[in-house]
């Protein structure tokens, strides 16, 4: 057998927070103006109770509400899948087992949060949620959420993939969003997320309707993609298996990788593994200090590695990975030596990425080609080493809307940044 499917009545009915348990504790986020710690009023323009709770809940479990079961049913449970294919091809003994969050109906896992922040603003009477987008991932992700919950969406998407890449625009304004391209004052400008955060945030903060949406980095963003691997956990027993030997994800502000690999923390001798482009290396190359989110520093400043908020990555094809911090948690637990980190150039994800279709048959997303990368060297690792390596890895997203980005590969046009 190669897919392991949990029963819908199986869903995971509670998030995990590993903040009480983190080795370090986290350091609270500052005023950007102050430099004064902030609390649940400075936050309150942007996010509704519900979220600002949980963004410093201390307490391991956190109950799912039922009308966020309801929606996540619609692809929930996601099957784990064994790449056997993929394993033979590489002549290994490690066994790699992929969840495949490509399912969900915005194609990645960004909907897991989505869906619940779309939730708790509806829950607290907020009509509009703002948010910026780069390739469009997050932005499709948000305006299918505001869809189920009947709330406005408007969503800043940066310009150089407004003009360049119409479909995941369409997909948004299908589900009813409004897109503009950011930054929105500078229409030359090519635009990058931090400038589009910024555009997002200042729309919210102006209008009494409004609330910001953010699709990563945050705790509460990380809290609600733990689903992943606790699902994961459950399949894997089903497999047969008991813990991996290495968890790997994609990272780009964190919450994919912090998903999967949360619900592995306190398992002693369970690698976690982040990766991410060389081209934007926040954790390989960072440095860890306070941040602003945004590049015209308006967010809070967060303790996360960062490559300096006024950073403008080049465009790689992988956009969600473009972004110059990192969450605070696993920036701790990068800090503190829990979790790995690795980058790779754009060339070399494309390359695993297509041996992953011939084999696999799924075409992966640019941002999920750096998972692939690391997991088919931690396979030729085993087979070196003759280990029978337990590999776990998260396919974050489908790469069907990204198929410019494979031309360019195949016909020898992409830029190996
Ligand atoms: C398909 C896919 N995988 C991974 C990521 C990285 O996610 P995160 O920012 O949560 O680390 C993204 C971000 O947009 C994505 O679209």
């Known amino acids: 057998m190669?897919?392991?499917?949990?029963?819908?009545?199986?869903?995971p009915t509670a998030w995990r927070n590993v903040v009480p348990e983190l080795p370090e504790p986290l350091q609270p986020p500052l005023h950007p103006a102050t430099k004064e710690p902030v609390g649940p009023d400075d936050?309150?323009?942007?996010?509704?109770?519900?979220?600002?709770?949980?963004?410093?809940?201390?307490?391991?479990?956190?109950?799912?509400?039922?009308?966020?079961?309801?929606?996540?049913?619609?692809?929930r449970p996601t099957p784990l899948v064994r790449a056997e294919r993929l394993e033979r091809a590489l002549g290994t003994p490690a066994r790699i087992y992929y969840k495949d969050e490509s399912l969900s109906p915005a194609g990645s896992h960004k909907p897991n949060t989505a869906v619940a922040q779309a939730y708790y603003n509806a829950a607290e009477n907020v009509r509009r949620l703002t948010t910026e987008t780069g390739a469009g991932q997050w932005g499709t992700a948000l305006a299918f959420a505001c869809r189920?919950?009947?709330?406005?969406?408007?969503?800043y998407m940066v310009r150089a993939s407004y003009d360049q890449k119409p479909y995941r625009r369409i997909l948004m304004e299908t589900w009813g969003?409004?897109?503009?391209?950011?930054?929105?004052?500078?229409?030359?400008?090519?635009?990058?997320?931090?400038?589009?955060?910024?555009?997002?945030?200042?729309?919210?903060?102006?209008?009494?309707?409004s609330h910001y949406s953010l699709g990563s980095v945050l705790n509460h963003v990380l809290l609600h993609q733990t689903i992943i691997g606790l699902e994961a956990r459950e399949q894997l027993a089903l497999a047969g298996e008991t813990t991996p030997d290495v968890v790997i994800a994609s990272c780009g502000g964190g919450s994919n990788l912090a998903g999967i690999a949360l619900p592995f923390l306190a398992d002693d001798g369970v690698r976690l593994v982040a990766v991410e482009p060389s081209s934007c290396a926040t954790l390989t190359e960072g440095r860890f200090d306070y941040d602003f989110g945004d590049t015209a520093g308006m967010t809070p400043l967060l303790p996360m590695f960062t490559l300096g908020h006024d950073f403008v990555p080049p465009p790689i094809h992988a956009g969600g990975l473009r972004y110059h911090g990192d969450a605070p948690i696993i920036s701790n637990l990068v800090k503190s030596g829990r979790i790995e980190a690795i980058a790779y150039p754009q060339g070399k994800t494309f390359e695993a990425a297509i041996q992953f279709a011939n084999t696999e048959g799924k075409i992966p997303a640019?941002?999920?080609?750096?998972?692939?990368?690391?997991?088919?060297?931690e396979a030729l690792a085993a087979k070196e080493s003759g280990e029978e390596r337990v590999i776990l890895f998260n396919y974050s997203g489908h790469g069907l809307l990204d198929?410019?980005?494979y031309d360019d590969y195949l016909h020898g046009r992409l830029v190996d940044a």
């Open 2 to 11: 190669t897919r392991f499917y949990l029963d819908a009545d199986k869903i």
């Open 43 to 75: 936050l309150a323009p942007l996010f509704p109770m519900g979220l600002i709770a949980q963004e410093v809940a201390s307490e391991p479990w956190i109950d799912i509400p039922g009308e966020v079961l309801d929606v996540l049913r619609l692809w």
């Open 403 to 405: 198929l410019s980005a």
């Open 366 to 377: 640019p941002e999920t080609g750096h998972a692939v990368r690391a997991t088919i060297d």
């Open 177 to 209: 969003g409004e897109v503009v391209p950011s930054p929105v004052d500078q229409p030359d400008h090519p635009g990058s997320l931090g400038l589009a955060i910024s555009d997002a945030v200042r729309d919210a903060a102006t209008r009494d309707d």
């Open 148 to 155: 189920q919950f009947d709330l406005e969406c408007k969503i």
